[in-house]
């Protein structure tokens, strides 16, 4: 049998965390052999998530103090806060080199020290890390990633907007100033801290949007649009929180450039994805629904034209906490470690 | 005590059926005195309906056969589908011409006949009435209503759009040519017919969008926006549902004309709806969600400015059985028969 | 117009507190002139319930420094925490003897200081006014609630599970030593305070049991149905939660005594609440759901029997929020006030 | 590569049609040969279950005119609606003498040609087949399982009782006469059928009992209790539905016989089933979450002492459409393939 790599996770009690857990605990490569989380270290990984009851997992650790050099760890998945990350992880690091690292947190993603300061309000604490980090979306940066030691996991918005629009970008078929990406997130996307407006009481039966006109996750998309286009992109975003759990789904309002029509659009991402074993283009005029990817590392995209002449609804989903976080991360994991790119995180969509 | 009117319900057994019955119960001058379906034509409507157990009702009756010049109603609800309500009508203010009508069905919406017969694929079968009825936005069309005796009341999808937009378009303030409006309903709004896609496990813990590109309600739209702007206005729609029973939301993207600033299309709404009693816009940059109007006949408005310079976000919600429907269908009841507009339809909403 | 009494709810930014405000604003004979709040003093209501923007309410006071013989209020909800409770309500009664009680806290529902002690932890800190205290449970002590000053509104378990069990007891019909009943309750049960278990993303999806074999309701059901009884009656009784907001729903498990058969337990309770408004018994072998009693006063029962010869299921349900709580609090100030006790709580179940 | 067995699913477009996919694409020793789908006969998968899109899979047929024998399929599904799988199979088998069956309707499951008569309203139309049929909960029938040609897969409701109790029937460790199940389900127990009383609407925020006092899965407890109790066993059992997609939760009332103490009843169980993958029995005190099983075959067990002196509180929850019903019959054909017990069924659950 193949040797497994050794693999700690940083913040195991919160959702991207278990998420981890759940997907690693059938990864035939990996072992995990370090948990850590801050209020509950002591405590026994089913005391925080009991569907882990079953399963021998080591005991919830406190990172303080931890000696990483000895710990020898092939790969640590960060799972913890703003900030706090980048003081962690600086220290893994230093102590362990060689040690890789896959990094959940926003914290690495800005490549642009005054964007990150602009946007966090504060300077970063780890400019170094930053420089070194690469970009996390495997699908666009997958050269990068793969010899990259410290990988920044996009966030789940910024991967279910960028997976149908930087291929429009960068082939230059849509109009960079008329983008509008309505989003719409599952609460698990706002995390486990204990919210009053998180609450069951105060979510269910209810729809409502937030950060409207500002939002953090507007400078990754800044950035990567950016990027693809070879000049500034600012787009429209507004996200919204949907009564259920999982999935992210953004439509989309675009205008082809130079006469592209919608059916082009869809052509230019069917072709762009077609040997992409966890983005699937639905046939021209078919939209996806955010279930049918539920628990799978899948995005889904459908294109559909508008009824005003030359321009097209685009609709992208996702699983927020798979291919949005934690099954992006494995991904990333398996490029990093020279593992094949689907080994566990191929399970289909739990529907319904 | 003042007399109370003599009302019937034709399509008792449907979600705008129901809930025409739950206000009329409590409405001090009405008294519900017929109530149709035709599958369920002599059950009691406690059968169809668990909920009004307690109260006395009339026995549910089918409309074949009725003899309405006997029946002297002094209004009627039309909650039947789509092309039978023309034919029912057409009989009943034949039979009974003095009796009122508030139709809830799409049948009467569209003033012109062309469009209607594009949109709905065959010419209507009630020209004349066509032309007679009136369209029963209140806060905008008020003063028509009041004369009316056939009122088409408006759909939910498209009264959560106008209520924000037509006044901003008759003050000029925005370019018509840029409007998107992202829609979002709860379950409730497609009825109770068993469709497998809209069974509980087909559609909770997800999201969808349907009819992209194309769908009925824009018609309404088209002819509502263009009369208030003097000129044709079309405008990009895309409806979504959401796991919720009740509640339609409207993220709405415009461009203020002629240098209007997000602020000032925020005042001249404020100041448009200043004396409604059922439209409320929240102060400047405020977002209103849709649980906080469920159950009420309230409209809830915020407007904020997106990060693109001119450019605002305009979100609108109401309830979708009450002022999408049934409760707007009362105010224009209240407005036919010379009642106070609120009376009956101020509950407050139930949240949580 | 007849005069209005000067009402205060003390807890306005918890959910019964927001229930009663919500009864309250269309309470014909009731003005709300005070609202408390500890941590949200000097917010306006809207802040805290964005539903009611639309009305003019007090601005969110603390209680500290309050001058109740000043405030000279007719009568006080107190919706406050457990303890807090007793030190709050006999400064009021202290400083203002006139003004009237209706408690909605547990601190008052247990008569016997011994029990209360047991099941809280720690002596009573007003026993002077536990004893004057009345249960208020108005379809069985409706008599002496008229009379009180101060009185303690029954637990939403409780009620649920009395309505249909103290007839039943009264008439000696049941077994007393094999009651078992199981009980299901909504998420707004569980209050407003931010807790990780009650999150959206923890309790959508799913279903359990808490407080198995232990639950301090079962003090206020063991004094009750003793004293229905005249001996010491022990109940099994599991609390559950449901993913909804609001709802209480308990399947009762009964055998009829001296050979009364399910059918007879069913007539007891049809004679016993034949003139209740809010106790509604359904034709025998019908069985009730929750959400026809939402945001309603009404508790909807029915019996069916059992397979095996002699037992009965009994189930009740009604609003945790509304005759659980805020509604039956308002039924009782009905009647401390002797106002129509249906005044203000008419309104018909919201469903869908 | 070993070889892989030839499969087929008959009814693949209901709930556990598709469970029976969605398990099977990812089973290293399945390869699936043959879809079926009366009404969506010609369609592909994808098109009634959008989740199979990116995967290839057999064109959906009718069952109607297959040659069983040129199929030679090595184990077909059978996920028909009950009476249609007794004509069926009958064919099956008789083209087909070979080929396993792991059928998950009804119709095999009770051995007793009268209690089918009187359960199911008709005589038995495969008697010869009835007879054969390997009742087919794998953790008390494995031996049995392991040679069969016809497994009648148990019942969701049944599966999740009989996990608890026949370890404790069998002990002689409780009074029989006095068992009381009070069960609840998640919506996909009432199949993809398009009904009214499914509908999105009709059930969430809300909860209800239903087929009170009579309902067939009672026939299939009364066969397995009695079985093991070596007398007839006849239960109190109540079905509710839950505004969920999956899980059964039972919570059961039992008195221990003989002074067993509830903590006894604890040992037994664990000992019962310490080497059991598929079954969990908490540690004693602790009670389980439906969500924490979520997608997975598991099964966990809680024992908690009931505040009345020997009587306890077991709870006990799986999810129905894995192991109670997919994921089982996965398990079953794993042991009459001669396959590892939990191949291709050991994902962990997804929570949240």
Redesign the interface.
């Known amino acids: 049998m193949a040797t497994k790599a050794k693999i700690g996770v940083l913040g195991a009690s919160g ?1 991207t965390g ?1 998420e981890l ?2 997907l690693l ?2 990864h035939p490569r990996a072992e995990i052999v370090l948990l850590t989380a801050e209020r509950s270290a002591g405590k026994q990984m089913r005391e925080v ?7 021998e997992l080591p005991t919830l650790v406190a990172i303080e103090g931890l000696d990483w050099a000895k710990l020898g760890l092939d790969l640590v998945f960060c799972a913890l806060p703003h900030a706090t990350t980048q003081k962690v992880l600086k220290e893994v690091l230093t102590q362990a080199p060689a040690t890789k690292v896959v990094d959940l947190s926003a914290d690495f993603r800005l490549a642009d020290p005054a964007a990150y300061a602009k946007w966090y309000g504060h300077e970063h604490h780890a400019l170094e890390l930053q420089k070194e980090a690469v970009y996390g979306l495997s699908e666009i940066h997958r050269r990068d990633i793969k010899k990259a030691r410290l990988v920044a996991n996009p966030g789940c918005y910024t991967t279910c907007a960028q997976l149908p629009l930087i291929p429009l970008i960068k082939a230059k078929a849509i109009d960079l100033d ?1 983008i ?1 990406i ?1 989003a ?1 997130s ?3 996307g ?1 995390g ?5 407006a ?13 950060g ?3 939002h953090r996750h ?1 400078a990754e998309l800044d950035q990567e649009f950016s990027l693809a286009a070879g000049r500034d992109v ?1 787009v ?1 975003f ?1 996200p ?1 929180l ?6 992210i ?1 953004s ?1 989309i ?1 675009v205008r082809g450039k130079r006469g592209r029509t919608p059916q082009e659009l869809h052509e230019i991402l069917l072709k762009f994805y077609t040997k992409e074993p966890f983005v ?1 283009v ?1 046939p021209y005029g078919e ?10 590392n ?1 995005t ?1 995209i459908g294109v ?5 002449e030359g ?1 097209a ?1 685009i ?1 992208s ?1 996702l699983d927020n906490l798979v291919k949005g976080a934690s099954g992006q991360a494995i991904q990333n994991m398996n490029l990093v470690l020279g593992y094949p790119e689907t080994m566990g995180i ?7």
Chains 1, 2, 3, 4 share one sequence.
Not at 192 to 196: I, L, P
Not at 242 to 247: A, F, L
Not at 304 to 308: M, N, P, Q
């Open positions: 959702y278990s857990v759940r605990l059938r998530f009991p569907q882990f009851s079953p399963y008329e509008v309505d719409k599952g609460m698990t706002a486990r801290a204990a919210k009053e998180m609450l069951f009481s105060e979510v269910s039966e209810g729809f409502n949007a937030y409207v006109g500002h507007m600012v429209t507004t919204h949907v009564p259920m759990n999982r999935g789904f439509t309002y699937h639905l939209v996806p629904q955010s279930r049918h990817v539920r628990g799978s899948m889904f559909t034209k508008d009824r005003i321009r609804i609709i989903t191929d399970q289909v969509a739990l529907f319904p």
